[in-house]
């Protein structure tokens, strides 16, 4: 088995054991919708989060975030946060997909999140944040500050795709939790129409990742079921 995989084991395994530590274990993965949207997003949008956008940034609050679902690369991820944001807002995390692991390094600015680079085929843990991963100049925004419901903005590294804030849902329930002020983006720009829909609640970051064929219907989904070790004060 890869180093890497091995230490993810070892790292989530000790998590879930050691004493003291915060744990959310949540109820098994709860089947997406099948035909059409989910109907939650049925519910009337709230106007705007209480919040900040950094109380939505993924996986930069706890140490250990453990997805599972279904679809091609959706089934299962552990996602590890290996460097915790700098003076300069950069992190890194680790995140496991079907036995491949990749490292990726995100940056916090005031106008969003930003994804600086990421590698392939990642093997022993390394600080990647000064690295010329990341000075290559190339970057795709990954969450904008602005949370309007309607505002819409580019992402990938060539722009390529579109990201809509959609709704700001005043409850999500998803794998037996019910979330509050949960804002749903959809992100649009597939050759065959598809769509990605992206879940995010305050703290826990993204909660699902659900893909959409160009009829709406589900065709792949991952949900956030268990998370270890808080990083701040809650």
């Known amino acids: 088995m890869h180093f890497f995989i091995k230490n993810i084991f070892k790292r989530v395994l000790f998590a879930s054991i050691i004493g003291g530590v915060f744990s ?20 009337t949008s709230l106007p705007a989060i209480s919040g900040t956008f950094s109380d939505y940034i993924p996986y930069s609050q706890f140490n250990n975030y453990q997805y599972s679902g279904f679809g091609n690369n959706y089934e299962s991820q ?6 915790t944001p700098d003076e300069n807002g950069l992190f ?7 036995d491949q692991a990749m490292a990726y390094v995100y940056q916090q600015r005031s106008n969003g999140l930003y994804e600086l680079g990421y590698v392939e085929n990642y093997g022993e843990v390394q600080d990647l944040r000064y690295s010329n991963l990341v000075n290559s100049g190339q970057e795709s925004l990954i969450l904008s500050s602005n949370m309007t419901v309607g505002y819409q903005y580019y992402s990938g590294y060539h722009n390529e795709y579109l990201r809509t804030v959609k709704s700001i849902l005043p409850t999500y329930e998803k794998n037996g939790v019910i979330y509050q002020e949960v804002v749903a983006i959809e992100e649009t720009g597939y050759a065959d129409g598809s769509a990605t829909w992206y879940y995010l609640a305050p703290k826990y970051g993204i909660i699902c990742i659900q893909r959409v064929d160009s009829q709406g219907n589900s065709i792949a989904e991952t949900s956030l079921y268990e998370v270890y070790n808080d990083v701040y004060a809650p």
């Open 92 to 98: 890194q995390v680790a995140i496991l997909i079907n």
């Open 24 to 43: 959310v274990i949540l109820t098994g993965p709860i089947a997406a919708q099948e035909n059409g949207h989910d109907p939650q997003l049925n519910q």
């Open 78 to 83: 552990y996602t590890i946060l290996e460097y």
